[in-house]
């Protein structure tokens, strides 16, 4: 059965395009051109672009340059996009060539196709509301590709700021619920003096609070948009009103306080903002990597670990060993954290290659950290919810472990001093009785001191004198 098809023409040539496509010529070559992930463009990207030309419609309109009834359409046909219309006709692959130049066309097309249906013309009919000519009016790859990252990438970071703070809440909350609950320390993987669990676990809620904090700032370089230099930075083919009129209106579309990069040749040179948000992406995912394999540590067992906690069972482990229960939220995390700290040393080294007036590897710098912010808003929720918030304590086990604890004896310090201290340890470690029998047996402390002294919650409670 053919596929009833308009044939559009471009600087190249005449290919022929699906009749009932929004897209047109230019995206088609794209979509031949570049058939790598068969994933497109994040939708979030997508959004950020259609508002960018509904806001540069605008703009156009109020300084004369774009007539009224194709602007209108224009604005009709960005705004659908931005509600969701049409996901299905933006088909250009995540990688590829030119800065962005396939996914800018991708939109003007699918934008001039729908507006000139919306004014009852066929698709195609470019000589009534052009690609480049109207939708792409005042306006570059160069200046419109950066802009739409940067918007898209703001966006999905402050969603992701928002979940990074219920998770560090949630490891608070089960800190302050076992906050009498003492535990051996442990460094370089060897008892130390004991702790509260709940001091250990809001311990991790503190490191996200900061790391969160320190993206938001990070966050906020990202609003400052090239958005009017066109090409290369010089604001070649806009109307000197265009530039401002043009982040107005975007602003107002995006509900963000956007503002004009001072230095469009700058911002159109340089990709660090964009670098140092998903490097705060990366310093999130080596904080999220040590906590989950921590958790993974302190749970294991049941008897072959330390089994100091249980996280919640949420599915059977093995094929072949019944009963067996693996910590597979804290996996899940570990596996989204490598992603994401792979994504940015290819986001870093795509920022390094721009030369001079452009980065040509825009592309794929946004759709790598808009995916790894997706992937961790989409599963820290979970994580918070079927893990954390349900991790339960093994009291009687720690009881055990503190009380044959060699560490035990660097509470004598101020006591005995360190080398007496020492031997109390050592022996204890040899022969596995514990500190408190040993120095009661030798003389040097009665039942009463002994008790006192060794007692961890004591020693907690006066730990910031001791």
């Known amino acids: 059965m053919d596929i009833p098809i308009r044939k559009e023409q471009d600087s190249l040539g005449e290919k022929d395009v ?28 997508i959004d ?11 703009a156009n309109m109020e300084v004369g340059w774009l007539d009224p009834e194709i602007g209108a359409a224009i604005v009709r046909a960005a705004s659908e996009v931005r509600a969701g219309r049409f996901r299905d006709q933006f088909i250009v692959d995540r990688f590829q060539a030119g800065a962005g130049t396939s996914t800018n066309m991708n939109v003007n097309e699918v934008v ?13 009919k470019y000589d009534i509301i052009s ?47 076992f906050m009498e609950v003492i535990k051996p320390g442990r460094t370089h993987l060897q008892d130390a003096v004991p702790v509260p669990l709940g001091e250990e676990l809001s311990a991790y809620g503190a490191a996200l609070n900061r790391v969160a904090l320190e993206m938001e700032r990070r966050n906020q370089m990202l609003l400052d948009l090239p958005l009017g ?11 000197p009103e265009f530039r401002d009129r043009a982040i107005r209106h975007l602003s107002n579309l995006t509900g963000l306080p956007l503002s004009s990069n001072p230095s469009p040749f700058e911002a159109m040179q340089s990709t660090t903002r964009t670098v140092a948000v998903s490097s705060a992406y990366k310093e999130l995912a080596v904080e ?14 049941p008897t072959g670990g330390l089994s100091e906690i249980t996280l919640p069972s949420v599915q059977p482990g093995s094929s072949i060993m019944p009963g067996k229960v693996n910590p597979v939220m804290p996996e899940c995390l570990n596996q989204i954290c490598f992603v994401v700290i ?69 509470l004598l310090n101020r006591r005995l001093g360190y080398l007496k201290a020492a031997e109390v340890a050592k022996e204890s ?17 009665t039942g009463d001191e002994a008790d006192s002294l060794l007692d961890p919650k004591f020693w907690v409670s006066q730990r910031k004198v001791v």
């Open 18 to 45: 699906p009749a009932d496509a929004y897209y047109g010529i230019q995206t088609l070559r794209a979509k031949e051109n570049f058939p790598v992930s068969h994933l497109t463009n994040h939708p979030y990207l």
């Open 48 to 58: 950020a672009y259609a508002a960018i030309k509904e806001a540069a419609a605008l």
């Open 112 to 124: 001039a196709n729908r507006a000139l249906e919306v004014l009852g013309h066929e698709k195609g």
């Open 131 to 177: 690609p480049n000519d109207h939708v792409n009016m005042a306006q570059s790859t160069n200046d419109t590709f950066p802009t739409a990252m940067q918007v898209s990438v703001f966006k999905m970071t402050s969603q992701l700021v928002a979940v990074v703070k219920e998770l560090a809440n949630a490891f608070e909350t089960k800190g302050e619920e």
């Open 229 to 239: 230099g066109t090409a290369t930075g010089t604001g070649i083919n806009t109307h």
């Open 288 to 301: 999220l990597t040590r906590i989950a394999n921590d958790l993974r540590l302190l749970s294991s067992g």
């Open 342 to 410: 792979g994504n940015d040393v290819a986001i870093s080294l795509a920022a390094g290659a721009g030369q001079l007036e452009l980065n040509v590897m825009m592309p794929i710098m946004g759709n790598l950290i808009l995916r790894s912010a997706e992937y961790l808003v989409n599963f820290l929720p979970v994580f918070s919810e079927r893990c954390v918030k349900g991790i339960e304590v093994n009291e009687e086990e720690l009881k055990r472990r503190l009380l044959y604890n060699p560490a035990l004896a660097t």
């Open 429 to 445: 470690a040899q022969t596995g009785r514990p500190v408190r029998d040993i120095v009661v047996e030798k003389g040097i402390l």
